[in-house]
């Protein structure tokens, strides 16, 4: 029997087809991958397909959550109430919906992805 091995960084995770952000008829829909307790909220790059985004606030009674929805709109320039967590309450993999006219899946990476002025 010939033993295969796994590599955890597949081949594709990468790709615009599995991009951390898709375009909505309404607004857009982020897959984020979230490290809570950092020193400082900030994006971190591209994880398994996710925005990984590290956030300055704890893990418990739902604080990490309301801190992600709080960066991601004022980094977005939308309303708080435009930002939905969708799925991932009680884990690091959340799935999030933007609803804002005008806004599309373009800028939205731009915006999101440089490292440059994404300290919070």
Known sequence: MVSIPVNP????????STCWCQGLADGVQLCVYVQPNAKATETMGEFNGALKVRLNAPPVDGKANQALCA??????????????????????????????????????RVALSGNASSVY
């Open 71 to 108: 960066w991601l709109a004022e980094r977005l320039g939308v309303p708080r109430h435009a930002v939905y967590l969708e799925a991932g309450h009680n884990r690091r993999y959340k799935k999030i919906r933007i609803t804002a006219a005008g806004l599309d899946a373009k800028a939205v």
């Open 9 to 16: 960084l597949q081949p594709g995770l990468f790709s615009p």
